[in-house]
């Protein structure tokens, strides 16, 4: 599985994605522009000493991700979405797409999916407009990795 950060604003949010991508093994891509330089202290600090443990991967374009990764189907996760994450059908090699915390995945990325695969987490309350983006990105993550039992636990 992928983790695809589209244009992400917040560094200590990146950091804690860094971090769950380390725990999973799993390679974190961000698409530019960033909104911080990548080294910087609070990215940094916000992924402890799991840094060298994240494959990251850095791309101009999400044009430039898809054609160097060619992910097995993309997910966009947005509060629009259609269905629930646990109605999706994730697959080995997918990529999760996550947007920037104040705009979200931006139209010209989310209008070339198909409705279906744009999926949510649930609110129940509408005073709510989105939940952090490292939560989601956890909570979502460990839905695909129970779907496709893409992980090893070592025995006791």
Same mark, same amino acid.
């Given at each position: 599985?992928?983790?695809?950060?589209?244009?992400?604003?917040?560094?200590?949010?990146?950091?804690?994605?860094?971090?769950?991508?380390?725990?999973? #093994?799993?390679?974190?891509?961000?698409?530019?522009?960033?909104?911080?330089?990548?080294?910087?202290?609070?990215?940094?600090?916000?992924?402890?000493?799991?840094?060298?443990?994240?494959?990251?991967? +850095?791309? +101009?374009?999400?044009?430039?991700?898809?054609?160097?990764?060619?992910?097995? #189907?993309?997910?966009?996760? +947005?509060?629009?979405?259609?269905?629930?994450?646990? #109605?999706?059908?994730?697959?080995?090699?997918?990529?999760?797409?996550?947007?920037?915390?104040?705009?979200?995945?931006?139209?010209?990325?989310?209008?070339?999916?198909?409705? +279906?695969?744009?999926?949510?987490?649930?609110?129940?309350?509408?005073?709510?407009?989105?939940?952090?983006?490292?939560?989601?990105?956890?909570?979502?993550?460990?839905?695909?990795?129970? #779907?496709?039992?893409?992980?090893?636990?070592?025995?006791?």
């Amino acid at each position: 599985m992928h983790i695809v950060l589209v244009h992400p604003q917040i560094p200590q949010n990146t950091g804690s994605v860094a971090r769950t991508c380390a725990a999973l #093994q799993w390679p974190l891509h961000l698409i530019k522009p960033l909104g911080f330089v990548i080294d910087e202290k609070r990215v940094r600090r916000a992924g402890l000493d799991y840094w060298p443990a994240v494959s990251l991967f +850095e791309h +101009e374009s999400f044009a430039d991700f898809l054609s160097e990764v060619k992910p097995t #189907q993309l997910w966009m996760i +947005e509060t629009c979405g259609t269905k629930y994450v646990w #109605q999706a059908n994730f697959l080995p090699g997918d990529a999760l797409v996550f947007g920037s915390e104040t705009k979200g995945i931006p139209p010209s990325i989310l209008n070339t999916q198909a409705s +279906e695969q744009i999926v949510r987490l649930p609110m129940r309350s509408s005073a709510v407009r989105s939940l952090n983006l490292s939560n989601t990105v956890t909570a979502v993550a460990y839905e695909a990795l129970r #779907q496709t039992a893409d992980f090893y636990l070592p025995e006791a």
